[in-house]
């Protein structure tokens, strides 16, 4: 596993700076328009990958704290769970970035800059699907490690912070990978709301220089680069973090 | 005079209104001595052992460490469950941690002891039931019977004043419960408070000082070991022990 | 608003379908022909790597240009872009249940006479509906909320619509509202039935 995947990385290197080198040079002069724009496109990759790492870590973080609020909160806050979880991860990502620039403002007299709810929105919407993982994860340890924690004296919040978070953290981490693939292919969402993120900044190029296939054929590959390149690093997180013991049921 | 250790007085535990685990039982350990209950399986044995821990909460009576009263509400269960060594049937050591940690946890974050002193502990505990030089593997890289001493070290470290073993070999493979017995062997040789439920009765007939029948969530009867082998009184503890003694003849 | 409905709800189930034809046969072909195998990798990783609307823009604008013939039409390229899409996803459920099934089937229907083909048809396919049927949700919940990309290259569904409504009333709070409620009402009554339908058939079978 670890020889293809050394084999695989260096592919994706290699090919990405072919491709960068041929865009250089204008070997590939259906490319070479693309130089003057480079600075542009680096932009809105900066964009895409800030949105999707806010994202996928402020959805863990929230998602987590969603999870043990659903085990241990109490009827009121379960119900209150739910409905969040069902309105984002039942509606779509353009409906929640649209009801949190023109709805939420209007009904509460505040303004929200169109970052902030690109930010906002992921991190929440994701945080609706990493709960529910975090919860699948927690849930198989939970039983008897809460059981063998309590047995030597530790009080509830203490098994779960160092006893169950750390299994159910480990389970989660090819669900979570999968929820990172997610996440950056939906930030191309954001274009809706005008902020500048790499696919809009694609729409711009064709706009201006009218080289519509190569643009779009261009940006789908950095698309395809970034997400593969970390997927594969993930990957290679897990193998290492691994415990034996600890496994996920496939 | 020799002082309680642990007491039941009255105590009830249900499931559902048919399921009654617990049927007022009424019970006592002092220091020193080994305790063994025994009786046919879903009779609530390991349901009154929780109890006795706090890790069920009985529905009514009482319990008591020593001079403390566990079903008073207000009581810091915690500090008390600190002073009570349980090892389960199924061993449950905490996956995610090297053996060594998984006994300094409790000594660190319970009893709040400084790291170095706390190492040094568990690695006590390690040698005393001679797993010490598994100390940085993980629990799934030992064998059931390794694991199980573990368990046993994990509930020796806090120094508690008793300790309770829920069949502590009846998951393990036949081969394996004799490196768990030894230890609980060496245990008793040290002058342990234990409380064992198990099956295993040449064992029992050896270090307990007094064994108890369990039978559908009651003491039936209690004596010392030869009582049951040679004479018991009771019906139901008789039937018992003549099928326990033609499964041992078969096997 | 409600015409959106029916155009969200036929790229919806068009998509799935397309997906179920391709998604199918590949995960069949990933799990029993080794040779093209990662042929089916690629595939799937190419259109589970690429953002659908990247892929909705580059099929419409782009090759619409030297394709007029399907392209043109928004709304076929909408449904291919996530009908593809959906194969990549449906090859990775089916092949999970194809796990999950085991070996011992294939080698028993093999042990009777059976072609590799026709094992696969008579004894596996059915097998692998059923325990595929909770997976098969999410993705028709998925197909759903993600149909509403397809506004971007202005398919009339029910985001279109949506704005269309907003920008006429200049009421920014309902239409968006009401537009979350419809989505939701399509996705969580049909999953929920789906999976519920799926976990109990799967413990009937003994899956």
Redesign the interface.
Known sequence: MSRKLTVAIVALLISLMLLLLAVYYGKFSMFGYIVKYLPLVLDGLILTIEVTLFGIFGGLALGTLLAIGDMYGGKAISTAIRLYVEFFRGSPIIIQLFIFLYVIPTLFHILIEPLTVGFAVFALNSAAYQKGYVKGAMEAVFEDQMTAGLSVGMSKPQIILYVILPQALRIVIPAWSNEFCSLTKSTAAVLVIGLRDLTAVGMTIVGQTWRILETYVFIAVLYFVWITAVTKIADVVYERKKIPGIEISV | MTSTVMESRHLWKAYEAHLVAVKDVSFRISEGEIKLIFGPSGSGKSTFLRCL?M?TTPDKGDVFLRDVCLTKPGVDL?????????V?Q?I?????LTVLDNVE??LR??LKLPKTEAKERALQALREVKVEEWAHH????LSGGQQQRVGIA??LA?NPDIILLDEPTSALDPELTGEVIDTLRDLAKKGTTMLIVSHEMPFAREIADEMIFYDEGAIVETGPPEQFFTNPQSERAQKFMIRLIKKTKRE | MLGGVSTTLAISLLSLLLGLAIGLPLAFIRAYQRSSSFLVEGFEKIFRGIPEIVLMLLFYWGIGLYFPFPFKSAFFTATFVLGLRSAANQSQIFRGAIRGIGEEQMVAARSLGFSKLRSVVHVMAPQVFIFATPGLGSEYALLVKDSAYAFVIGVLEIMYNTNVIRKATMDPVTPYLVAAFLYILLTFPIATWLDTWGSRKKKKLGL
């Open positions: 821990a890790l915690n500090r008390a469950r600190a002073r009570i060594g349980f389960f199924h449950w050591l905490f996956r995610h946890l409790a974050r319970v993980y629990p799934a890289q994990r509930a806090r």
